[in-house]
C-alpha cells in the first residue's frame, strides 16, 4: 500500500495523509516547496494525491503534473481543487499564476490532440464545478 499526500496542506491537517507544505505548520509533516523537483518522496509510492487550491500558486504547471504522475502508483487518484476562470477569487488573489476552466486537464489526457507537451498520461474520473465562495472546480484524475 502506498502513502497518501495532501500537498499544500496550509494548516488543514487529514488523517492518513503526510501534509507537505513550503513552510511549516501544525499540519505540515514535510517541508518543501512544490516548486522544486523531484518531490522527497520515492516513484510509483502515492496511492493519493489532495491538492486542494494549491496549483494556482505554482509556477510550472506541466512539470508539477509529470512530477505527480512520477510519484504515483498505478490506480492513483489525484483530487484537484482550485478556483475557476471566471471567479473573482481567481483573479484577486495576487499569488495566483494560473487559471483553469473545466478542460484545462484534458491537455494531460494521451486522446488530447495537444497531449504532445507532457509526458503525464492522465485519465480524467470527474469534473465538478461547484457554486461556493468563489466558485470552486474539483478535478480526479488517475
Given at each position: 500500500?502506498?502513502?497518501?499526500?495532501?500537498l499544500g496542506c496550509g494548516d488543514k491537517k487529514i488523517a492518513g495523509f503526510i501534509g507537505v507544505d513550503h513552510i511549516k505548520t501544525a499540519a505540515a509533516?514535510?517541508?518543501?516547496?512544490?516548486?522544486?523537483?523531484?518531490?522527497?518522496?520515492?516513484?510509483?509510492?502515492?496511492?493519493?494525491?489532495?491538492?486542494?487550491?494549491?496549483?494556482?500558486?505554482?509556477?510550472?504547471?506541466?512539470?508539477?503534473?509529470?512530477?505527480?504522475?512520477?510519484?504515483?502508483?498505478?490506480?492513483?487518484?489525484?483530487?484537484?481543487?482550485?478556483?475557476?476562470?471566471?471567479?473573482?477569487?481567481?483573479?484577486?488573489?495576487?499569488?495566483?499564476?494560473?487559471?483553469?476552466?473545466?478542460?484545462?486537464?484534458?491537455?494531460?489526457?494521451?486522446?488530447?490532440?495537444?497531449?504532445?507537451?507532457?509526458?503525464?498520461?492522465?485519465?480524467?474520473?470527474?469534473?465538478?464545478?461547484?457554486?461556493?465562495?468563489?466558485?470552486?472546480?474539483?478535478?480526479?484524475?488517475?
Amino acid at each position: 500500500m502506498g502513502i497518501k499526500l495532501n500537498l499544500g496542506c496550509g494548516d488543514k491537517k487529514i488523517a492518513g495523509f503526510i501534509g507537505v507544505d513550503h513552510i511549516k505548520t501544525a499540519a505540515a509533516d514535510v517541508v518543501h516547496d512544490l516548486n522544486i523537483m523531484p518531490y522527497p518522496f520515492t516513484a510509483d509510492s502515492v496511492d493519493e494525491i489532495i491538492a486542494d487550491n494549491v496549483l494556482e500558486h505554482l509556477n510550472d504547471i506541466i512539470a508539477v503534473m509529470e512530477e505527480w504522475h512520477r510519484l504515483c502508483r498505478p490506480g492513483a487518484i489525484i483530487k484537484i481543487s482550485l478556483p475557476y476562470y471566471k471567479s473573482s477569487g481567481a483573479f484577486s488573489d495576487p499569488t495566483h499564476k494560473h487559471f483553469f476552466t473545466e478542460n484545462s486537464f484534458q491537455y494531460f489526457s494521451p486522446e488530447h490532440e495537444y497531449h504532445f507537451y507532457t509526458k503525464a498520461k492522465f485519465k480524467i474520473l470527474k469534473t465538478k464545478l461547484l457554486a461556493k465562495d468563489y466558485n470552486d472546480q474539483r478535478h480526479k484524475l488517475r
